[in-house]
T-cell receptor, first 114, second 115 residues
Framework: AQSVTQLGSHVSVSEGALVLLRCNYS??????LFWYVQYPNQGLQLLLK??????LVKGINGFEAEFKKSETSFHLTKPSAHMSDAAEYFC????????????FGKGTRLSVIA | KAGVTQTPRYLIKTRGQQVTLSCSPI?????VSWYQQTPGQGLQFLFE???????NKGNFPGRFSGRQFSNSRSEMNVSTLELGDSALYLC??????????????FGAGTRLSVL
């Protein structure tokens, strides 16, 4: 069965520091990969997605992620954290074939320290 | 363009009661999916509707049901509420059915508390 693992339920960084949120997936077929962000009392907002083509994907708010098939990873990065980046981040996977729903990781809460 | 609208935003119910949550998708979107979000289990898929038909269902008991109307608005119902049903229920809409590369647009959710 397909699954998504996010390493670290809570990550804390200083303002201006690199943000790295880890996501690994388990799949026997090529996946589509997504990162969503959830701010308090809000729904999920898409940050970026990988479907096919270029493995480095740029998203909104300065975030980017790189699809590494050999490592089955799709880590999210941002060069310089801002206070407004504090939120919960979810990695998700879906597939072209079949009728499987979007599968989410457990989420990583990002705290940004001034 | 208005986003996904979920009503109500907050609900408090007692065990044994039933509840109905509503979701209005983005105009023109015909696919609506529902998710349950809890601290312990994270985001879990409940079901997906497209053109008034349930296309997919997650691993939830029959107490959880849903439907979609001809205008694509969707409702989900939970009967005989249990304490464990306390959660944030999220609705998402997309222009086409299924997942694949489709982007799902989420509403702000309905927070249900069961006492």
């Amino acid at each position: 069965a397909q699954s998504v693992t996010q390493l670290g339920s809570h990550v804390s960084v200083s303002e201006g520091a690199l943000v790295l949120l880890r996501c690994n997936y388990s799949s026997s077929v090529p996946p589509y990969l997504f990162w969503y962000v959830q701010y308090p009392n809000q729904g999920l907002q898409l940050l970026l997605k990988y479907t096919t083509g270029a493995t480095l994907v740029k998203g909104i708010n300065g975030f980017e992620a790189e699809f590494k098939k050999s490592e089955t990873s799709f880590h999210l990065t941002k060069p310089s954290a801002h206070m407004s980046d504090a939120a919960e981040y979810f990695c998700a996977v879906s597939f072209l074939s079949g009728n499987t729903p979007l599968v989410f990781g457990k989420g990583t809460r990002l705290s940004v320290i001034a | 363009k208005a986003g996904v609208t979920q009503t109500p935003r907050y609900l408090i119910k007692t065990r044994g009661q039933q509840v109905t949550l509503s979701c209005s998708p983005i105009s023109g979107h015909r696919s609506v999916s529902w998710y349950q979000q809890t601290p312990g289990q994270g985001l879990q898929f409940l079901f997906e509707y497209f053109s008034e038909t349930q296309r997919n269902k997650g691993n939830f008991p029959g107490r959880f049901s849903g439907r979609q109307f001809s205008n694509s608005r969707s409702e989900m119902n939970v009967s005989t509420l249990e304490l464990g049903d306390s959660a944030l229920y999220l609705c998402a809409s997309s222009s086409t059915p299924g997942q694949g590369a489709n982007i799902q647009y989420f509403g702000a959710g309905t927070r249900l508390s069961v006492l």
